[in-house]
């Protein structure tokens, strides 16, 4: 599969203001009203990159994929077909809520519901803060990253996204009380040092973390004056990764999950990447909390 990007996320919510809370006077993303009920969390000219669906548990629902073309939309959709996986074409109803042309769904091993789409439909306005955060970093990049847990089998989970549309960036094996853990890190189609993670954690809900990334290292700053200010429990310390040269802190959202919230992500030439493990994960900081 020819992935060029992480185009969006769906998450549930029994409803959408806790999420409204936590856009507008946490993260500064604009929150905007969609479709059949859905927050749109806006950061860039898209219609939204994460749209918080309400009547749903807490927790990521879905990751979704973007491709290019609808070429590469059908060679996608087949490639699946052809190594079994089963797939579930998406309607019109569910493309005007992820404003996008078509979709379709599938569940990786690990049992991750996962969506692959083209052609994303938006009004381009402009992104403008409602706290004043310079910009989202997204063009030509995608969304940022999501992190998700492999502990059924962590090798045919790995195995499963080197065949559809990944390639490995890096490998963190680090020590947990139960053992080494290992951390698996994969890129697609756009410079970002990794859009797709993969661990050996046992995480409820299945989702470790998502990640954001914004334009200065003021912003992530400001951003951990607001957490503090509106008492949001903080799941890592600020820090900085060895393998994408992120800076950044983690926190805990309303779905459950953690956020990354970081600034200064590295942007490869994969023709000139080395892949390389590390026993750590970051070179300060990201001291992570219990």
Same mark, same amino acid.
């Given at each position: 599969? @020819?992935?060029?990007?992480?185009?969006?996320? &769906?998450?549930?919510?029994?409803?959408?203001?806790?999420?409204?809370?936590?856009?507008?006077?946490?993260?500064?993303?604009?929150?905007?009203?969609?479709?059949?009920?859905?927050?749109?969390?806006?950061? #860039?000219?898209? %219609?939204?990159?994460? %749209?918080?669906?309400?009547? /749903?548990? @807490?927790?990521? &629902?879905?990751?979704?994929? &973007?491709?290019?073309s609808?070429?590469?939309?059908?060679?996608?959709?087949n490639?699946?077909?052809? %190594?079994?996986?089963?797939?579930?074409?998406?309607?019109?109803?569910?493309?005007? &809520?992820?404003?996008?042309?078509?979709?379709?769904?599938?569940?990786?091993?690990?049992? /991750?519901?996962?969506e692959?789409?083209?052609?994303?439909?938006?009004?381009?306005?402009?992104?403008?803060?409602?706290?004043?955060?310079?910009a989202?970093?997204? =063009?030509?990049?995608?969304?940022?990253?999501?992190?998700?847990?492999?502990?059924?089998?962590?090798?045919? =989970?790995a195995?499963?996204?080197? *065949?559809?549309?990944?390639?490995?960036?890096?490998?963190? @094996?680090?020590?947990?009380?139960?053992? *080494?853990?290992?951390?698996?890190?994969?890129?697609?189609?756009?410079?970002?040092?990794?859009?797709?993670?993969?661990?050996?954690?046992?995480?409820?809900?299945?989702?470790i973390?998502?990640?954001?990334?914004?334009?200065?290292?003021?912003?992530?700053?400001?951003?951990? #004056?607001?957490?503090?200010? /509106?008492?949001?429990?903080?799941?890592?310390?600020?820090?900085?990764?060895?393998?994408?040269?992120?800076?950044?802190?983690?926190?805990?959202?309303?779905?459950?999950?953690?956020? =990354?919230?970081?600034?200064?992500?590295?942007?490869? *030439?994969?023709?000139?990447?080395?892949?390389?493990?590390?026993?750590?994960?970051?070179?300060?900081? /990201?001291?992570?909390?219990?």
């Open positions: 599969m @020819n992935i060029a990007e992480l185009g969006y996320l &769906l998450v549930g919510a029994p409803d959408v203001e806790d999420w409204r809370r936590f856009a507008e006077k946490i993260l500064g993303t604009m929150a905007i009203d969609g479709e059949q009920g859905a927050l749109y969390l806006k950061i #860039d000219p898209r %219609a939204f990159r994460i %749209a918080v669906l309400p009547g /749903h548990d @807490n927790g990521l &629902l879905a990751s979704g994929w &973007l491709v290019n609808p070429v590469d939309f059908t060679d996608a959709r490639e699946l077909v052809e %190594a079994g996986v089963a797939v579930t074409d998406g309607d019109a109803d569910g493309a005007r &809520l992820r404003q996008v042309q078509d979709y379709f769904s599938f569940r990786d091993p690990e049992g /991750h519901l996962h692959i789409a083209w052609g994303p439909i938006s009004d381009f306005q402009p992104f403008v803060s409602p706290l004043g955060v310079t989202f970093v997204t =063009e030509g990049l995608g969304l940022g990253h999501v992190v998700l847990t492999a502990t059924k089998d962590f090798r045919g =989970e195995d499963f996204w080197l *065949n559809h549309g990944f390639r490995l960036s890096d490998i963190l @094996n680090v020590p947990t009380p139960a053992g *080494n853990a290992q951390v698996h890190f994969f890129h697609c189609r756009n410079p970002r040092q990794h859009s797709l993670a993969l661990g050996e954690l046992p995480i409820p809900g299945g989702c973390h998502v990640m954001l990334e914004v334009a200065s290292l003021d912003d992530v700053g400001r951003c951990l #004056d607001r957490v503090e200010k /509106h008492g949001v429990k903080i799941t890592a310390t600020l820090g900085r990764h060895i393998n994408d040269n992120m800076t950044s802190f983690y926190m805990l959202t309303p779905g459950g999950f953690s956020l =990354e919230y970081g600034t200064g992500g590295k942007k490869m *030439n994969w023709e000139e990447n080395v892949v390389f493990e590390t026993t750590r994960g970051s070179d300060w900081g /990201h001291k992570f909390m219990a």
